[in-house]
Protein backbone atom coordinates (compact mmCIF):
# COMPACT_ATOMS: atom_id res chain seq x y z
CA UNK A 1 0.00 0.00 0.00
CA UNK A 2 2.94 2.07 0.87
CA UNK A 3 4.57 1.39 -2.39
CA UNK A 4 1.39 2.89 -4.65
CA UNK A 5 0.84 5.71 -2.08
CA UNK A 6 4.57 6.78 -3.33
CA UNK A 7 3.54 6.18 -7.22
CA UNK A 8 1.03 8.58 -7.23
CA UNK A 9 2.44 11.16 -5.20
CA UNK A 10 5.40 10.80 -7.63
CA UNK A 11 2.98 11.44 -10.73
CA UNK A 12 1.61 14.28 -9.27
CA UNK A 13 5.10 15.94 -8.97
CA UNK A 14 5.43 15.73 -12.27
CA UNK A 15 2.35 16.41 -13.75
CA UNK A 16 3.32 19.96 -11.63
CA UNK A 17 6.52 20.01 -13.69
CA UNK A 18 4.89 19.44 -16.70
CA UNK A 19 2.02 21.52 -16.32
CA UNK A 20 4.68 24.35 -15.66
CA UNK A 21 6.72 23.53 -18.86
CA UNK A 22 4.04 24.41 -20.58
CA UNK A 23 3.20 27.15 -19.15
CA UNK A 24 6.83 28.62 -19.38
CA UNK A 25 6.89 27.75 -23.30
CA UNK A 26 3.42 29.46 -23.73
CA UNK A 27 4.98 32.73 -22.54
CA UNK A 28 8.01 32.53 -24.54
CA UNK A 29 6.19 31.86 -27.54
CA UNK A 30 4.03 35.17 -26.69
CA UNK A 31 7.53 37.24 -26.28
CA UNK A 32 9.07 36.68 -28.88
CA UNK A 33 5.66 37.28 -31.05
CA UNK A 34 5.92 40.48 -29.61
CA UNK A 35 9.19 41.82 -30.61
CA UNK A 36 9.16 39.60 -34.08
CA UNK A 37 8.82 42.56 -36.87
CA UNK A 38 5.78 43.25 -38.46
CA UNK A 39 7.59 42.85 -42.05
CA UNK A 40 8.09 39.63 -43.80
CA UNK A 41 11.48 38.82 -43.46
CA UNK A 42 14.07 39.41 -46.45
CA UNK A 43 15.87 36.83 -48.17
CA UNK A 44 18.94 35.37 -46.42
CA UNK A 45 21.60 37.26 -47.72
CA UNK A 46 23.68 40.31 -46.29
CA UNK A 47 23.77 43.31 -48.67
CA UNK A 48 26.01 45.97 -47.19
CA UNK A 49 26.47 49.32 -49.41
CA UNK A 50 29.50 50.95 -48.39
CA UNK A 51 30.24 54.36 -49.87
CA UNK A 52 33.58 56.47 -49.61
CA UNK A 53 34.08 60.08 -49.82
CA UNK A 54 35.97 60.10 -53.16
CA UNK A 55 32.97 59.29 -55.40
CA UNK A 56 33.41 56.16 -56.33
CA UNK A 57 30.37 53.86 -56.89
CA UNK A 58 28.90 51.37 -54.34
CA UNK A 59 30.49 48.05 -53.22
CA UNK A 60 28.30 45.18 -52.24
CA UNK A 61 28.90 42.21 -50.02
CA UNK A 62 26.85 39.80 -50.00
CA UNK A 63 26.91 36.70 -47.57
CA UNK A 64 24.30 34.03 -46.42
CA UNK A 65 22.34 33.21 -43.43
CA UNK A 66 22.44 36.78 -42.31
CA UNK A 67 19.21 38.96 -42.04
CA UNK A 68 19.07 42.02 -45.16
CA UNK A 69 21.08 45.13 -43.97
CA UNK A 70 21.96 48.40 -45.81
CA UNK A 71 24.16 51.57 -44.34
CA UNK A 72 26.91 53.55 -46.20
CA UNK A 73 30.39 54.03 -44.41
CA UNK A 74 31.51 57.67 -44.65
CA UNK A 75 35.07 56.36 -45.37
CA UNK A 76 36.72 53.11 -45.66
CA UNK A 77 40.71 52.42 -44.18
CA UNK A 78 42.91 51.65 -47.30
CA UNK A 79 44.50 48.01 -47.05
CA UNK A 80 47.64 49.56 -47.75
CA UNK A 81 49.59 52.66 -48.05
CA UNK A 82 48.73 53.33 -51.70
CA UNK A 83 51.55 56.48 -52.02
CA UNK A 84 53.90 54.35 -50.64
CA UNK A 85 53.38 51.04 -52.40
CA UNK A 86 53.23 52.64 -55.84
CA UNK A 87 56.33 53.83 -54.86
CA UNK A 88 57.94 50.53 -53.78
CA UNK A 89 56.03 49.24 -57.62
CA UNK A 90 58.29 51.97 -59.02
CA UNK A 91 61.57 51.33 -57.67
CA UNK A 92 61.28 47.40 -58.18
CA UNK A 93 60.30 47.79 -61.66
CA UNK A 94 63.39 50.06 -62.27
CA UNK A 95 65.50 47.75 -60.51
CA UNK A 96 64.27 44.96 -62.59
CA UNK A 97 64.62 47.20 -65.69
CA UNK A 98 68.30 47.33 -64.78
CA UNK A 99 68.74 43.50 -63.97
CA UNK A 100 66.86 42.39 -67.05
CA UNK A 101 68.43 44.32 -69.61
CA UNK A 102 71.76 44.78 -67.89
CA UNK A 103 72.07 40.61 -67.12
CA UNK A 104 69.44 38.35 -68.12
CA UNK A 105 71.97 36.25 -70.01
CA UNK A 106 73.63 35.74 -66.38
CA UNK A 107 72.51 33.11 -63.93
CA UNK A 108 70.28 34.18 -61.52
CA UNK A 109 73.40 34.85 -59.27
CA UNK A 110 75.05 37.37 -61.60
CA UNK A 111 71.28 38.98 -62.15
CA UNK A 112 71.35 39.06 -57.94
CA UNK A 113 74.65 40.74 -58.51
CA UNK A 114 73.79 43.28 -60.59
CA UNK A 115 70.98 44.16 -58.51
CA UNK A 116 73.12 44.68 -55.06
CA UNK A 117 75.68 47.02 -57.18
CA UNK A 118 72.33 49.47 -58.29
CA UNK A 119 71.07 49.32 -53.91
CA UNK A 120 74.70 50.10 -52.94
CA UNK A 121 75.06 52.93 -54.51
CA UNK A 122 71.66 54.63 -53.49
CA UNK A 123 73.71 54.68 -50.24
CA UNK A 124 76.60 56.40 -51.32
CA UNK A 125 76.83 60.12 -50.44
CA UNK A 126 77.36 61.54 -54.16
CA UNK A 127 74.39 59.29 -55.81
CA UNK A 128 70.80 59.51 -55.98
CA UNK A 129 68.96 58.61 -53.19
CA UNK A 130 66.43 56.11 -55.15
CA UNK A 131 66.70 52.67 -57.00
CA UNK A 132 65.14 54.82 -60.25
CA UNK A 133 67.43 57.85 -60.04
CA UNK A 134 70.40 55.54 -59.62
CA UNK A 135 69.53 53.15 -62.74
CA UNK A 136 69.16 56.41 -65.13
CA UNK A 137 71.13 58.51 -63.60
CA UNK A 138 72.96 60.71 -66.43
CA UNK A 139 70.73 59.38 -69.39
CA UNK A 140 69.13 62.89 -69.36
CA UNK A 141 72.85 64.33 -70.55
CA UNK A 142 73.54 61.24 -73.20
CA UNK A 143 75.84 58.27 -73.17
CA UNK A 144 78.96 59.49 -72.16
CA UNK A 145 77.19 60.01 -68.65
CA UNK A 146 74.96 57.15 -68.38
CA UNK A 147 76.09 54.90 -65.70
CA UNK A 148 74.21 52.02 -67.17
CA UNK A 149 74.19 51.06 -70.88
CA UNK A 150 71.08 50.21 -71.25
CA UNK A 151 69.19 53.65 -70.76
CA UNK A 152 71.56 55.72 -73.43
CA UNK A 153 72.07 52.86 -76.21
CA UNK A 154 68.87 54.40 -78.30
CA UNK A 155 67.17 50.71 -78.18
CA UNK A 156 63.39 50.95 -76.98
CA UNK A 157 63.59 49.11 -73.65
CA UNK A 158 61.00 46.59 -74.72
CA UNK A 159 60.31 42.99 -72.56
CA UNK A 160 60.29 40.43 -75.25
CA UNK A 161 61.34 37.67 -72.63
CA UNK A 162 58.25 36.95 -69.99
CA UNK A 163 60.12 34.76 -68.35
CA UNK A 164 63.20 36.31 -67.77
CA UNK A 165 61.01 39.18 -66.80
CA UNK A 166 59.51 37.99 -64.47
CA UNK A 167 62.60 36.15 -63.18
CA UNK A 168 63.99 39.32 -62.99
CA UNK A 169 61.35 40.94 -60.58
CA UNK A 170 61.64 37.78 -58.14
CA UNK A 171 65.09 38.97 -58.06
CA UNK A 172 64.51 42.62 -57.47
CA UNK A 173 62.05 42.07 -55.37
CA UNK A 174 64.23 39.29 -53.29
CA UNK A 175 67.08 42.06 -53.43
CA UNK A 176 65.11 44.94 -52.25
CA UNK A 177 63.50 43.03 -49.15
CA UNK A 178 67.38 42.52 -47.58
CA UNK A 179 68.63 45.97 -48.55
CA UNK A 180 71.33 43.35 -50.61
CA UNK A 181 72.95 42.58 -47.48
CA UNK A 182 71.87 39.26 -46.33
CA UNK A 183 73.59 36.92 -48.18
CA UNK A 184 75.24 39.67 -50.69
CA UNK A 185 77.12 37.83 -53.46
CA UNK A 186 79.27 41.25 -54.17
CA UNK A 187 79.25 42.52 -50.90
CA UNK A 188 79.54 46.62 -51.37
CA UNK A 189 80.77 46.44 -55.19
CA UNK A 190 79.33 49.75 -56.78
CA UNK A 191 80.79 48.90 -60.13
CA UNK A 192 81.34 46.41 -62.67
CA UNK A 193 81.70 45.80 -66.44
CA UNK A 194 81.45 43.24 -69.09
CA UNK A 195 84.91 40.95 -69.25
CA UNK A 196 85.20 41.91 -72.74
CA UNK A 197 86.19 45.41 -72.01
CA UNK A 198 89.00 47.00 -69.68
CA UNK A 199 87.78 50.59 -68.51
CA UNK A 200 90.30 52.62 -67.23
CA UNK A 201 88.78 53.26 -64.21
CA UNK A 202 89.00 49.37 -63.26
CA UNK A 203 92.58 50.41 -62.47
CA UNK A 204 91.28 52.32 -59.75
CA UNK A 205 89.17 49.91 -57.61
CA UNK A 206 89.16 46.81 -55.92
CA UNK A 207 88.00 43.69 -57.50
CA UNK A 208 85.12 41.88 -55.57
CA UNK A 209 84.02 39.71 -57.85
CA UNK A 210 83.77 37.82 -61.16
CA UNK A 211 80.10 36.24 -61.83
CA UNK A 212 79.54 35.16 -65.78
CA UNK A 213 80.75 37.82 -68.05
CA UNK A 214 80.77 40.41 -65.32
CA UNK A 215 83.84 41.30 -63.04
CA UNK A 216 82.43 43.74 -60.24
CA UNK A 217 84.51 45.90 -58.09
CA UNK A 218 83.76 48.73 -55.16
CA UNK A 219 86.33 51.96 -54.33
CA UNK A 220 89.02 52.05 -52.19
CA UNK A 221 88.71 52.86 -48.86
CA UNK A 222 90.04 56.63 -48.36
CA UNK A 223 92.69 56.42 -45.48
Known amino acids: MAKTFGLLELAQRNDRIFKAAIAGAI????AVLAVAPSTPAQADALVLSLRDTTGISDQLLTGYGETHLRGAVSRLRPVVNRPAYDKYLKEKNCL??????EARGESQLGQKAVAEVVLARTRQADRPKTICGVVYEGAHRGSRYC?????????ADRVRDRGAWSRALRIASATMRTGGKVNAVVGNATYYHANYVNPSWAAHMVKVATIGTHVFYRERRRM
Not at 27 to 30: D, E, K, L, V
Not at 96 to 101: E, G, V
Not at 147 to 155: E, L, M, R, V, Y
Request: a negative charge.
Open 96 to 101: ATAIYF
Open 147 to 155: QFSFACDGI
Open 27 to 30: IYAC
